[in-house]
């Protein structure tokens, strides 16, 4: 048994340990599964919750070391369905590896979650973009240098239920957000999220860089979860808070706590697509 | 990463009952660059293998000794020999010896590195002052718990090198008749050396000269709230349209030869520190834990 079958092994026996503790204090079966980002721990609110499970009791979930997060699962209904929302999420600069940022994703779909709503802050790049606009993930540029073997996805979740080609963020969801930010009178766009390791924040040069190469908001979480959902077949929706936008040729200091504010600032917007996405009748008539 | 604390007050305790002083500034000297230390009047030297945690250097022109004494008349410690990450060192452990720079109380780092020139308009054997950096390392020497009590969770980098040292350096270049240059440093693992597509991408996305290290260490040195200025020898061009075959001993060979002038850059720099009187620094996140 080569190291990889071996990871992979490991990674769906965690997994399933992971539901089974999860499934043991709360009966529901998610139909969706949400992971708030920086500033967004406010949205547990609309979640009428049956059960909460803070990760340190859930074997193999990772603990959530960041400032603003809370670590802990939260289950309940969201109006019509029923959900689960990761409240506080884990990142790589926190020291976890990818197959551990993968895991709590595997375990939700392993529960029986269709689609996964993402959410986190970020850094804008994009000169049009304003400080508390909604980015709707079209597509991500990957610099957080993962090795494939290293997310540890269980062979079984390559080819879960949805065979051929998924694309990462799935093209209906994102149209289903635009729409609703319309409909709602704010300001969202399409663009390429890119992940760096962090933890500190970029300077000029890679403001500079990361904008060439095409991205439009800088973060550093999203991908790891969204390769994992796209891997076991989740339909997934990414949205990104731009909590202020990069100008390097006339740089200011970035704080956390002016990032944390402006993204509980946009919170509402983001609740607005929440809504809407988990409870609208769903296009593929699931 | 908690133990990282520990590790750095043992390790500053080893230096301070041998030398008992409070550095103002600390140096770390890059690839064949290890002559400065002659201008140093010693007062202790350490060899890495006897300060407990540091790592011990493997590359052939690095000599691994921590020089204690007064340049320019300023109390200053001096890394002759660095540690890379193509080493196989962790970046923690390569970042170690900047903290306890810090931890003994200095204000200010002073880093240089040989290094690979792409900006044509730089010619080998010119030194640039680094005036900002991109990471692609792949990796980051502050990945895991933060703790508090050396730096914030999220340091900012809008100004990694202080841009007043920039322009006070390039003034001392300019006065010494020495070709200097502002520019942008890129920092792979190496070891290998680019390739043509690789110096193409590298210079697309905004730098100037490439090399294997330093931005670890002022990653570390802004989360622990020291300032920096930062020198790259252009030690050959890496022109991918014209590109020569990369040879070591040359590489040594220009780097010893436009060492006098990166002496007179860093003697001239902290000439001006000396000149600019012993402001008292902001107290930083070490010594506010103390």
């Not at chain 1, 970020?122 to 508390?132: T, Y």
């Not at chain 1, 500079?208 to 800088?218: A, E, M, N, S, Y």
């Not at chain 2, 570390?220 to 200025?229: I, K, M, Q, S, T």
């Amino acid at each position: 048994m080569t190291n990889r079958i071996a990871a992979n092994w490991a990674i769906s026996t965690h997994v399933q340990a992971a539901a089974v503790a999860i499934r043991d204090r709360w009966a529901g079966r998610p139909e969706a599964a949400l992971v708030l980002g920086t500033g967004l721990h406010q949205l547990t609110s609309l979640v009428q919750a049956e059960a909460v499970i803070p990760y340190a009791d859930i074997p193999h979930f990772p603990r959530s070391t960041a400032v603003g997060h809370c670590g802990r699962l939260v289950c309940g209904r969201y109006g019509e369905r029923s959900v689960i929302v990761m409240d506080g999420r884990c990142h790589g600069y926190e020291g976890y590896s990818p197959s551990e940022l993968a895991l709590p994703v595997l375990s939700m779909r392993a529960l029986g979650a269709q689609r996964l709503i993402l959410s986190n802050a970020s850094g804008g790049l994009n000169p049009k973009f304003a400080s508390g606009d909604v980015v709707v993930v079209a597509d991500h540029i990957n610099l957080l240098f993962l090795k494939p073997a290293q997310m540890g996805l269980p062979p079984s979740a390559l080819a879960w239920d949805r065979p051929g080609y998924t694309p990462m963020y799935d093209a209906i969801l994102i149209e289903q957000a635009l729409d609703i930010a319309r409909c709602e009178n704010f300001a969202a766009h399409r663009g390429v999220y890119v992940a760096m390791t962090g933890p500190n924040y970029e300077t000029r040069a890679e403001y500079r860089f990361l904008r060439r190469i095409g991205g439009d908001v800088v973060g550093m979480s999203t991908v790891p979860e969204a390769v994992a959902a796209s891997a076991c077949g989740l339909r997934t929706l990414a949205l990104s808070i731009v909590t202020n936008v990069a100008r390097p040729d006339c740089p200011e200091v970035v704080l956390a706590v002016d990032v944390i504010r402006a993204a509980e600032r946009a919170e509402s917007h983001v609740r607005k697509i929440m809504a809407a996405v988990v409870s609208q009748p769903w296009p593929d008539g699931e | 990463m908690l133990d990282l604390h520990d590790k750095i007050e043992t390790s500053a305790a080893m230096i301070r009952a041998q030398w008992p002083v409070q550095p103002h500034t600390g140096i770390i000297l890059g690839t064949g660059l290890g002559g400065l230390v002659r201008q140093i009047d010693v007062e202790a030297t350490f060899d890495y293998d006897e300060i407990p945690y540091f790592p011990r250097s493997t590359t052939p022109t690095h000599h691994g000794r921590l020089v204690c004494g007064h340049l320019q008349g300023l109390p200053v410690m001096a890394m002759a020999g660095r540690f890379h990450r193509y080493e196989g060192y962790s970046l923690k452990e390569i970042t170690l010896p900047v903290r306890v720079m810090r931890a003994l109380g200095a204000k200010l780092l002073v880093v240089s590195n040989a290094c690979g020139g792409m900006n044509p308009y730089y010619r080998s054997g010119d030194i640039m002052v680094i005036e900002d950096h991109i990471n692609l390392m792949g990796d980051n020497p502050l990945i895991g718990i933060n703790d508090d009590r050396l730096g914030p969770r999220f340091p900012d980098l809008s100004e990694p090198y202080e841009q007043r040292m920039v322009d006070r350096a390039l003034e001392v270049a300019r006065r010494e008749n020495i070709v200097a240059h502002k520019g942008v440093f890129v920092a792979v693992p190496g070891p290998n050396l680019e390739t043509r597509a690789e110096y193409r991408f590298l210079r697309i996305i905004g730098a100037d000269v490439v090399g294997m290290s330093t931005v670890p260490e002022v990653i570390v040195a802004v989360h622990c709230g020291l300032r920096v200025v930062g020198f790259s020898v252009v030690t050959d061009m890496c022109l991918p349209d014209a590109l020569e075959p990369a040879n070591v001993d040359k590489i040594i060979a220009v780097a010893n030869e436009a060492e006098p002038k990166l002496c007179a850059l860093v003697l001239g720099v902290l000439a001006g520190e000396k000149k600019n009187g012993r402001r008292p620094p902001a107290p930083g996140p070490m010594t506010k834990a103390q």
